[in-house]
Nanobody, 125 residues
Framework: QVQFIESGGGLVQTGGSLRLSCVAS????????MGWFRQAPGKEREFVAS???????????YYVDSVKGRFTISKDNAKETVYLEMNDLKPEDTAVYYCNLFTTLRDYERVYAKWGQGTQVTVSS
């Protein structure tokens, strides 16, 4: 059973930065990618960014258009951790951020594990 612990959220002003971390435990290497999602109040959870997960797949990344150029996803396989560096934050980035595993970089509709608690990001205007 894979579990996730997300951290690094907080309250920032517009234009600020945050770095989120997600530590995974359990059997993670049956998946091809790991990534970040977010859920704003009253909205559906949405995909944000993904990165190829097993080391033998190398490093490829994919982002939703709204965060391209502002967010950077990275990983440390030895620590079973994925990061999300968020710069130039906007009020519309306010959400609870979650991580999960899925099949491939762009095939994130079916996730492999239960959702964690997430980490709250609030961007004030």
């Amino acid at each position: 059973q894979v579990q996730f612990i997300e951290s690094g959220g907080g309250l920032v002003q517009t234009g600020g930065s945050l770095r989120l971390s997600c530590v995974a435990s359990g059997h993670t290497y049956s998946s091809g990618a790991m990534g970040w999602f977010r859920q704003a109040p009253g909205k559906e959870r949405e995909f944000v960014a993904s990165i190829t997960w097993p080391t033998w797949l190398g490093v490829s990344k994919y982002y939703v258009d709204s965060v391209k150029g502002r967010f950077t996803i990275s990983k440390d396989n030895a620590k079973e951790t994925v990061y999300l560096e968020m710069n130039d934050l906007k009020p519309e980035d306010t959400a609870v951020y979650y991580c999960n595993l899925f099949t491939t970089l762009r095939d994130y509709e079916r996730v492999y594990a239960k959702w964690g608690q997430g980490t709250q990001v609030t961007v004030s205007s």
